[in-house]
């Protein structure tokens, strides 16, 4: 087995980039249906979020050009995607994801959301059949070692998070927000949590705008605000000063004719646009508009940057955890890619044992159940001592470097890829 993730993230590519990149929750069964149809994948997970896009293969044989699947799926070019791509295989593949289930990838490092974008990548996945038995155990293991890393060390504690760095900007751009608006587009969760730090700093009420008109009702509940059509999203907005918008649409919904318009209405009192959205819901052109003020996820990230210094040590506490966690995994791997040697050892043994009893049961005559059992003790205790050394071997090499190399080798002495070669080529025959 074998663990390939290429990617891009929020250290890696400037949102314009990501933003190309992104797959929406409508298009991701059928784009993990296409990638694990694409040329040596066997099993594909697909993590897309506002601040990375990563996809995770066990892959066979040789191999799988992941960079090609990219190219193709999303029509851009080497030159495009080449500069801001990492690629990470085998244990490293497999740091790489526990390093993202524990949030210590994370634009804000400590927050809880990543964890549960992972888990919902890993559900459709599984829905679609391409996550199964390899990638399965990996991504088990994942919330595991998650589940651990915020138990055993303070990383997640006190979390700076773009809902209190969205406050602080707020604060920054009107002095106070006692009195303000805040105007929700879109019902995700990030959103909601943002919308909860603004009113908590004394925001006065909330609208709710969102294409599914029955959860815009139920958010806005939840902060007795006021929901919106989405229909009526462009006739209303200005009623918000501060706006947070996290759709999914495919391109912005918010331009700069927009902008003039909420000015005019406003009578030039400012605006503030916090745009989650990946791709952006809002046009950097709107930036360009005195009295409004747009800040994309990526400028979140620099705000967020100046917060998280305190945290490196927890930091560091959990990456040693996840060192172990790796090597446990790796370890565990090991161990089970020599138990089909060992299966297909001790059934070809079986098998030369018992033809050797039925070729000379002729010459030993009529036996008493009593020299049938001696026999039968006799002949097993034989192949188990022949096999006791080749089954030790292959144990003691799961936790070495060369465990393949033996397990070749045994395979080969006993002719055991021969013997699942005829037994393959004698089904295919029947069928055919």
Known sequence: MSFHLIGVNHKSAPVEVRERLAISDSRLPDALKRFTHHPGVDEGLILSTCNRVELLAQTRNGGADLRAFLREYFQLDDSTLDPHLYEYREQEAVRHLFRVASSLDSMVLGEAQILGQVKEAYATARAVGAVQSQLDRLLTRAFVVAKRVRSETAVGSSAVSVASVAVELAKKIFGSLNGKHVYLVGAGKMSELAARHLLAHGAESIFVSNRTYDRAIRLAHQFNGQAIEFSR?????????????????????????????????????????????????????MNKLDGIFVYDIDDLQQAVASHVADRQKEAELADNIINVEVERFHARLQALEVVPTIVSLQDHLETIRQAEIDRVRGRLGPLSPEQELAVDALTRGIVNKIMHTPISTLKTAARESEATTIIEVVRRLFNLESKKAAKSGDGSGGRA
Do not use: Q, W, Y
């Open 233 to 285: 999203l462009h006739d209303t907005c200005d009623r918000g000063d501060i706006v947070i918008t996290s759709t999914g649409s495919p391109h912005a919904i918010f331009r700069r004719k927009h902008g003039e318009i909420f000015l005019s209405r406003r009578k030039n009192r400012p605006m503030f646009f916090i745009d989650i959205a990946v791709p952006r819901d809002v046009d950097p052109e």
